[in-house]
């Protein structure tokens, strides 16, 4: 099977920073969902397409079972370095996001933090059936997108509905291959894949001046 990852993400955790700290929607369905449990260290945690390791340290720190991937060498090496800097563990690797290589049914939660959205739909379709298979009877997934209300949606080269390269405004300039959402789009997508209890929470904010819309959703197997 064909390698998902862009280029431009080896490029980009290469030669600069990404994320040092954690997104407060993470911690939210983190604290909501597991911080009541009393032995964390009995929770499986995948941290999907983990960059440089913000939400994974978030995780180990925080006694989960850590699991993270990337398709970027130099992702996984900086989240490796910032893991032993901090004296903490997390179970890391470097692989695609098509082929992450877990077993059936392992994990209590699998976090996707505006990773999947980077494909096109087919394998979007395929990262979140991976997903589903990960995760244990009644385990959840927490997935953030981007929405339609983001500045620079449509200004690209559409290569497939809702799918653009060479964004040409916003944040998502120079990012490769981004899939922007709708809505009904992604709790179709989840719902088709056989997750229940989706909600979906949304966020639309600036960064530096540019409108940034996130969907954030919420379901189980």
């Not at 990262?127 to 009877?137: A, E, F, I, N, S």
């Not at 927490?142 to 559409?158: A, H, K, L, N, Q």
């Not at 179709?188 to 894949?193: G, P």
Request: glycine fraction near 10%.
């Amino acid at each position: 099977m064909e390698g998902s990852i862009d280029k431009v993400w080896e490029q980009i955790h290469s030669t600069r920073g990404w994320g040092a700290y954690p997104t407060e929607h993470v911690i939210r369905f983190m604290a909501r969902n597991y911080y009541e449990v009393s032995d964390r260290g009995k929770i499986k945690v995948l941290d999907f397409g983990c960059g440089q390791g913000a939400h994974t340290c978030y995780l180990a720190r925080e006694g989960f079972d850590t699991y993270a991937f990337d398709g970027s060498e130099s992702a996984v090496r900086k989240t490796e370095e910032r893991l032993a800097a901090e004296h903490l563990f997390a179970h890391c690797k470097v692989a695609d996001a098509l082929e992450p290589g877990y077993e059936s049914s392992f994990f209590d939660a699998v976090i996707d933090n505006v990773c999947i959205y980077s494909n096109r739909i087919a394998d979007i379709r395929v990262m979140y059936q991976q997903v589903y298979d990960m995760l244990k009877p009644g385990g959840k997934l927490f997935t953030v997108c981007f929405g339609e209300d983001i500045d620079g949606y449509r200004s690209g080269r559409e290569e497939e509905p809702g799918t653009f390269v060479d964004i040409r405004e916003g944040i998502l300039v120079d990012r490769g291959l981004s899939h922007i959402f709708t809505q009904e789009e992604i709790e179709k997508l989840l719902e088709e894949t056989g997750f229940v209890d989706i909600s979906c929470e949304w966020s639309k904010y600036t960064d530096d001046g540019e409108v940034v819309h996130h969907y954030m959703l919420q379901c189980s197997k």
